[in-house]
């Protein structure tokens, strides 16, 4: 019985009390009242077609984008997935258990040389994805969202004339929805900084068991992390969950190509306050995932990936011990997935 519905004694001892940063519902996000303090604000959408779901993650100061950063994920088939590696877990509980056979997850970022070969072979595409995301990306450093959403309201083709080096016909969704996470995304604060050299950098791993996979991205500046943000994904079983919000395309191509029967995919940090309850329902928690979570952010903002791995390594009695206001199992091993990030050349 490993569905979140069935499974007490697996959640049992992940969440306990503890206090942290708020993180901000998407819709009420805000703009953080000191200039000088990063924030990365994040958002799950659908910036291209019903076949996949998109991650974009933006690093802020005030009204301005400091760094943007967009993946999606997308099911291929395993027998076309040759050269291509799945997210974390596929081959364990969270694949077994969500993905429909002769299925695969991957994200488009981590597998961009075998997917825009894909690209080419059936759509002719004659530039690969990371390179006309790079092109946008770098387009939208140093404006606000005010100013992207009009710019894609005055032109309907950016890849065109606006963003040089941008061939993705998406071009306009993929720069709305970077808009949309600085407006709507959910909130991390972080620590302050003098300038804007800012970078953001993001990777897929496992730091809470074999039933979900994470995106950590962190924020850098220089060597020390700026701002950091957690998210998982996990498949329910919606007979035994009811009322959770599936990630985009769950309903189309995306999710009835690549989903097994009553099973969905589901963002935790979007779904905080049912997963929650339900973790207080089965395993007695007093406390949310995301106050955890971000009693990690903050604790790690504003120091080295040497410094938080160090951390990591230590050996406590109790997990409140280790970064105060985050009690769960795995703290460490969130720790060590932001010092990884920020180690990473992703």
């Known amino acids: 019985m490993n569905k979140l519905g069935m499974k007490a004694a697996t959640v049992a001892a992940a969440l306990t009390m503890g206090s942290s940063l708020v993180v901000l519902p998407s819709g009420t996000a805000k703009a953080s009242s000191n200039n000088n303090q990063v924030v990365i604000k994040q958002l799950d959408g659908s910036p291209h077609n019903n076949e996949s779901f998109g991650v974009t993650t933006v690093a802020m100061k005030g009204k301005k984008i400091l760094a943007a950063k967009v993946d999606e994920f997308q099911f291929i088939k395993t027998s076309q997935s040759k050269g291509f590696t799945s997210v974390p877990n596929s081959d364990k509980k969270f694949g077994q258990e969500g993905y429909k056979k002769g299925e695969t997850l991957i994200s488009k970022a981590n597998n961009d040389k075998a997917y825009s070969a894909l690209m ?193 390594n230590k050996t406590v009695s109790k997990k409140s011990n280790l970064v105060s206001g985050a009690t769960l199992v795995d703290s460490n091993n969130y720790l060590k997935s932001i010092a990884a990030t920020a180690t990473s050349n992703q």
Not at 145 to 174: C, E, P, R
Not at 296 to 306: E, H, M
């Open 120 to 312: 080419k072979n059936i759509a002719h595409s004659t530039k690969g994805r990371e390179e006309s995301l790079n092109a946008i990306e770098n387009y939208v450093k140093g404006k606000t969202a005010s100013q992207l959403y009009a710019a894609a309201k005055k032109n309907k083709a950016m890849q065109k004339k606006v963003i040089s080096g941008a061939t993705l016909t998406s071009t306009n969704g993929y720069v709305k929805a970077i808009a949309d996470a600085a407006t709507k995304g959910y909130t991390t604060k972080g620590a302050k900084v003098s300038g804007d050299n800012v970078v953001l950098k993001q990777t897929n791993g496992a730091p809470h068991g074999n039933e979900s996979f994470a995106v950590t991205t962190v924020a850098m500046n220089g060597d020390k992390v700026a701002a950091s943000s957690i998210d998982e994904f996990q498949f329910i079983n919606t007979k035994q969950n009811k009322g959770y919000k599936g990630v985009p395309n769950s309903y189309a191509k995306f999710g009835k190509e690549g989903y097994k029967s009553n099973e969905i995919l589901i963002s935790k940090q979007a779904n905080d306050k049912k997963y929650s309850a339900l973790m207080k329902k089965l395993a007695k928690s007093k406390q949310g995932r995301m106050k955890s979570i971000n009693a990690i952010n903050k604790w790690a903002a504003g120091k080295t990936a040497a410094q938080i791995t160090t951390q990591a």
